[in-house]
């Protein structure tokens, strides 16, 4: 099926830990995403990247990670540096450029312990 | 950056009832998305409407971009409408979202 795969679904984590959030689309996007979101909120940007080997700070970039060393995939890194990291962690990709649908992952918890 | 205000923030309806949410944005954007958001998280497109008005069976929307605001309107709703949707807007390749109209449909 093509679509964009997220995993873990859900993910525990000590404090002081780091852990990776993985990533993976087959809908041959050059553009992928990373949006946090907290309860009751909207949507809030961490990181894109536009083509591989390349990405953007977006607006809540402290703390977090990114690597595009293939254009399938987008893995977030959550760091010990991120002060408050308990939330839903959702991964988006599109064709590209300023006028193009996107398309979301389910999406991850991750809940610090 | 963009400012992204939706209304209204929550909204209880009668199943076969009718409804409008709006969007309200304060640039002019080139992108303009409308996202359902169900109870388990998944994020759904529903429409891409910079401008202009579409349809997609009991829901449809128009953006009147001079105007700087968009319109989701639902027909005959149902339960399954139940979650929160989200207008997202860019002018530079980031989609900015709003804070969403939580929607519950009672049967």
């Known amino acids: 099926d093509g679509g964009i795969t997220q995993s873990p679904k859900y993910l525990f984590r000590k404090e002081g830990q780091n852990v990776t959030l993985s990533c993976e689309q087959n809908?041959?996007?050059?553009?992928m995403y990373w949006y946090r979101q907290d309860p009751g909120q909207g949507l809030r940007l961490i990181y894109y990247?536009?083509?591989?080997?390349?990405?953007q700070k977006g607006d809540i970039a402290e703390g977090y990670s990114v690597s595009r060393e293939k254009k399938e995939s987008f893995p977030l890194t959550v760091t010990s540096a991120q002060k408050n990291p308990t939330a839903f962690y959702l991964c988006a990709s599109s064709s590209g450029g300023t006028g193009n649908t996107i398309y979301f992952g389910e999406g991850s918890w991750l809940t610090v312990v | 950056g963009i400012q992204v205000e939706q209304s209204p923030p929550d909204l209880i309806l009668q199943e076969g009832a009718n409804s409008t949410l709006r969007c309200n944005f304060s640039d002019s954007v080139n992108n303009l998305q409308w996202f359902h958001q169900n109870p388990w998280g998944q994020l759904i497109n529903l429409f891409y409407i910079p401008s202009g008005t579409k349809q997609n069976g009991r829901l449809s929307a128009t953006t009147v971009a001079t105007e700087r605001y968009s319109l989701l309107y639902i027909s005959s709703s149902q339960t399954t409408d139940s979650g929160v949707y989200f207008c997202a807007v860019s002018n530079t390749g980031k989609l900015i979202f709003g804070q969403g109209t939580t929607l519950q449909v009672k049967p």
């Open positions: 990247s536009q083509i591989v080997n390349d990405f």
């Open positions: 809908l041959n996007h050059d553009a």
